[in-house]
């Protein structure tokens, strides 16, 4: 019985034996296969990274072929460029000097009847030397020289100096309340900024840059509801006046500054107001005192692409640019006493210099123009000629 029982427990030990293996050798194959399977995976994943080494490099090597194409295109653009820029100022010499010697003719309003040219006798010498006295009879004929003062400030501005003073003063922006004045150009040009003029508040901010200042009087213009027109005291800090413009349709006087509604000159006979009417640009004489419309004239000046303009001797010099901004040019010259002739009325192109004029002021002392040009306070001083009308006789009575 013992014998039986230990065969029988032989057998089953050996049968249990025998699964085991049988469970080993499918555990082993299934490794292997794993192992196989990773393998193929392995091997296949290397060949994708070789196959990308080898795309990469074709690329770098393509890419620096390109980069050493452009570099050289580059060079090459450069060069025409340069080239270019050599003809440009060619060109611009070439302009100058046939805009020199065949001007367009500019527009101007003419006189109806030219005066006859009488012998001149010791009576009409008299008069014509007390005339020339009594009245301004000169007209623009060329910009002498300019000068570059200082670069500060906005882009838009005006500076104006006291023709009744060596004052000068600075009107930063085109909206604004407080100005700088300062002793001199000298004083302006040796300053390091404008907080080293003396500053003055305004009780209202201006509008535009169409600012006058005679005899220690500052006309500016300030937008409400209406145009109004300040007249404020520079010493005293006080208004002394005020006047509402009549001016129904509120347009800038130059497209190429909107911000300008009106633009204010003072001169020796006055102040003069330019304003606009549909698209022309008009002129009105005021009374300085009072403030109150004297005459008031249709000029044949457009205001589309006008940038400013200044007044010299009872005659307006329109001046025009284009977009984008190249040389500024007196264009439209309009006289009061309708006695500029078109053969006489002068076409002065500005020295081209950064973009364009934001404000001109005539000082008839000085016989100059100070000019705002994108930051820069500019100095022009004109060449001016005697008018055709006041160096011919006057007729007989």
């Not at 555990?27 to 399977?37: K, P």
Request: with cysteine; charged share 25%.
């Amino acid at each position: 019985m013992k014998a039986g029982f230990f065969f029988s427990v032989l057998l089953s030990m050996l049968a249990q034996l025998s699964q085991a293996q049988y469970q080993y050798q499918n555990l082993m194959n299934y490794l292997e296969s794993r192992m196989a399977a990773l393998e193929e995976r392995i091997a296949s994943w290397q060949e994708q990274n070789n196959r990308y080494n080898t795309d990469l490099k074709q690329f770098k090597n393509q890419a620096a072929d390109l980069l050493h194409k452009l570099g050289s295109e580059h060079e090459k653009l450069r060069e025409e460029l340069e080239g270019a820029g050599v003809r440009v100022d060619r060109v611009e010499k070439e302009m100058d000097y046939i805009e020199t010697k065949y001007p367009p003719k500019p527009c101007v309003k003419a006189v109806d009847k030219m005066l006859e040219q009488k012998p001149v006798t010791k009576e009409r010498k008299k008069k014509d030397e007390f005339f020339e006295i009594s009245v301004c009879v000169d007209i623009v004929s060329s910009i002498r020289a300019m000068k570059i003062v200082k670069r500060l400030g906005s882009t838009k501005g005006a500076w104006t100096k006291d023709s009744k003073t060596a004052k000068v003063y600075v009107f930063n922006g085109t909206s604004e309340d407080t100005l700088y004045e300062f002793s001199s150009v000298k004083e302006l040009s040796a300053s390091s900024g404008m907080s080293k003029g003396k500053q003055i508040t305004l009780p209202m901010a201006w509008n535009g840059t169409g600012h006058a200042v005679y005899d220690g009087f500052l006309y500016y213009v300030t937008e409400r509801s209406e145009l109004q027109v300040i007249k404020f005291h520079l010493e005293n800090s006080s208004v002394v006046d005020s006047a509402v413009l009549p001016v129904q349709d509120q347009l800038s006087v130059y497209s190429f500054n909107p911000e300008t509604m009106v633009d204010l000159i003072a001169d020796e006979e006055g102040l003069w107001a330019l304003y606009t009417v549909g698209d022309t640009i008009n002129l009105a004489k005021m009374d300085s005192d009072t403030l109150d419309i004297e005459q008031m004239w249709e000029t044949s000046c457009s205001r589309n692409n006008a940038e400013a303009a200044f007044f010299v001797c009872g005659t307006l010099y329109v001046v025009y640019n284009t977009r984008p901004p190249s040389r500024s040019r007196v264009q439209c010259v309009f006289d009061v006493n309708d006695m500029v002739t078109p053969g006489e009325a002068p076409l002065v192109y500005f020295p081209r210099r950064y973009g364009g004029h934001s404000s001109l002021k005539y000082n008839p002392v000085e016989k100059q123009v100070y000019a705002w040009d994108d930051g820069y306070q500019i100095l022009y001083r004109m060449a001016l000629k005697k008018k055709l009308w006041a160096i011919m006789p006057p007729p007989e009575e």
